[in-house]
């Protein structure tokens, strides 16, 4: 138990003392989108986790963030039961498609009915360069946004009939907030008792991983983070970064490769993509080393019961869930496994 966790559960015991009645906080992670890249199958979400805390009392829901927001996130966001006007931040691991292609619904459905905000803040790292020169930024992403609404006239058009939306489209309800990321881990957001970390890690250019601290317990989201030598021969397939970023914490998030995948298992997958990725294996060998209590897999390549990854046949057949949890089990982690399917959740109380 962490010193913060101590200090709100000896809060609580005072209270109880005082007012006869404890005031138990909770955090709540919930997975919005379990897809493994690009593909589709059966109707999954793209990659996104949705991060709650509150009290027990009103159900984690003081604050809301989301992180990632690949498509479907809207739909999911709405089963689990937080509409998109009430998230507080969203937070961008890298700016693949697959992770953020939902962020223009959600704006645009927060332009339609909270036009009047507030806004909502957009954490990612700053504008990137890539080792091949060119650029990645979120801040021009946020900024156009919109874009195709207002050329389709769209904006316009709806702006006609409710003059109290905002006239430049969704980009003006966003509040980006880039930041460098580092090796060292450092506050990148903060509400209350709510902070959240952000830490370099190696994916694509300007790809960072998470970490929320609150006084119920604490979550690592490593998005797509790899080891920073991108193959053979090296110890392990994860980052070094979030490893660090991971001490301590209750609860690992981290999207997921198979071994199956690899050059040996007979799928014609590109090996530097399968290189780039974390095996479940090796995320099990973090978690263990980490101390955490919780694996949560996600962005699972293949998805489970899916006969290929995109055009890549598995030659034995689709995995189960079984599969990744043998595949994790040879760490020899002992911690509680999730295998990720949408709106799978974890969640953890000041009393845990």
């Known amino acids: 138990m962490t010193r913060k966790l101590v200090g709100a559960v000896f809060f609580g015991a005072c209270l109880l003392v005082a007012t006869g009645a404890q005031a138990e906080s909770c955090l709540k992670v919930t997975l919005t989108g379990t897809q493994g890249g690009p593909p589709v199958f059966k109707g ?11 009290s027990v009392e009103n159900k984690c829901n003081d604050v809301r963030l989301q992180f990632d927001t690949g498509r479907g996130t809207t739909q999911r966001l709405s089963q689990a039961g937080v509409p998109v006007g009430q998230l507080d931040a969203v937070f961008l691991t890298h700016l693949h498609s697959d992770h953020t292609e939902g962020l223009a619904d959600m ?9 009047g905000g507030p806004k909502v803040d957009l954490v990612c790292s700053e504008e990137t360069k890539s080792p091949l020169g060119f650029s990645l930024s979120c801040a021009r992403f946020a900024k156009h946004i919109g874009d195709s609404l207002i050329q389709s006239g769209e904006i316009a058009q709806r702006l006609a009939e409710n003059k109290k939306r905002l006239p430049g489209g969704p980009a003006e309800l966003i509040t980006v907030k880039d930041f460098k990321p580092a090796d060292e881990a450092k506050e990148v957001w903060s509400k209350g008792d709510v902070s959240v970390s952000a830490i370099r890690s190696t994916h694509i250019a300007g790809h960072a991983s998470y970490r929320v601290d609150t006084p119920a ?3 690592v989201i ?3 983070a790899g080891n920073d030598i991108r193959k053979p021969p090296r110890q392990t397939s994860t980052s070094d970064q979030v490893e660090k970023l991971a001490a301590g914490a209750d609860i690992v ?3 997921t490769i198979h071994p199956v995948m690899g050059p040996d298992g007979g799928t014609g997958f590109p090996p530097p993509i399968f290189f780039r990725q974390s095996n479940a294996t090796d995320l099990g060998h973090l978690a263990k080393r980490a101390g955490a209590k919780h694996l949560m897999l996600t962005h699972l390549i293949p998805p489970v019961g899916a006969p290929r990854q995109g055009p890549y046949k598995l030659p034995n057949g689709a995995l189960s869930e079984d599969d990744y949890r043998d595949a994790v089990s040879k760490s020899g982690f002992e911690g509680e496994t999730t295998v990720g399917q949408d709106l799978a959740s974890v969640m953890l109380t000041s009393s845990n």
């Open 222 to 224: 490593g998005g797509d």
């Open 44 to 54: 999954q979400a793209g990659a996104g986790t949705l991060v709650q805390f509150g």
């Open 253 to 255: 998030v981290h999207s």
């Open 107 to 115: 704006m645009q459905l927060r332009w339609h009915f909270n036009s």
């Open 217 to 219: 317990g604490s979550v």
